[in-house]
């Protein structure tokens, strides 16, 4: 199995930063794709930021130029440097990996989550 463990959560006033962190562990092959994905009460769940493997990144209209994606291929960690935060950024923050893992002699890919972390910005 593959735990992701998220940290860096809080209360922040409006302007400032957090950074959170996303740590995976566990049996697999190798980490593929790496995102941070939002939920506000009421709303959906929304792609924030995404990484790949290699580096590439994509980011959603609302965070680009304020929110940072990268990750530590050898610590197996993603990281989501937030600035500049608006109260509209209030939402519980979750990370996910694709996975590869071997079952006998074939490698499947699988997406995982993490458990969630709050981020409240205050106006």
């Known amino acids: 199995q593959v735990q992701l463990v998220e940290s860096g959560g809080g209360l922040v006033q409006a302007g400032g930063s957090l950074r959170l962190s996303c740590a995976a562990s566990?049996?697999?092959?190798?980490?593929?794709?790496m995102a941070w994905y939002r939920q506000a009460p009421g709303k959906q769940r929304e792609l924030v930021a995404g990484?790949?493997?290699?580096?590439?990144?994509n980011y959603a209209d609302s965070v680009k130029g304020r929110f940072t994606i990268s990750r530590d291929n050898a610590k197996n960690t993603v990281y989501l440097q937030m600035n500049n935060l608006k109260p509209e950024d209030t939402a519980v923050y979750y990370c996910?990996?694709?996975?590869?893992?071997?079952?006998?002699?074939?490698?499947?890919?699988?997406?995982?989550w993490g458990q969630g972390t709050q981020v409240t910005v205050s106006s």
């Open positions: 996910s990996a694709d996975v590869s893992r071997l079952v006998l002699t074939s490698k499947y890919e699988y997406r995982y």
């Open positions: 566990g049996s697999f092959f190798s980490i593929n794709a």
């Open positions: 990484i790949t493997s290699g580096g590439d990144t």
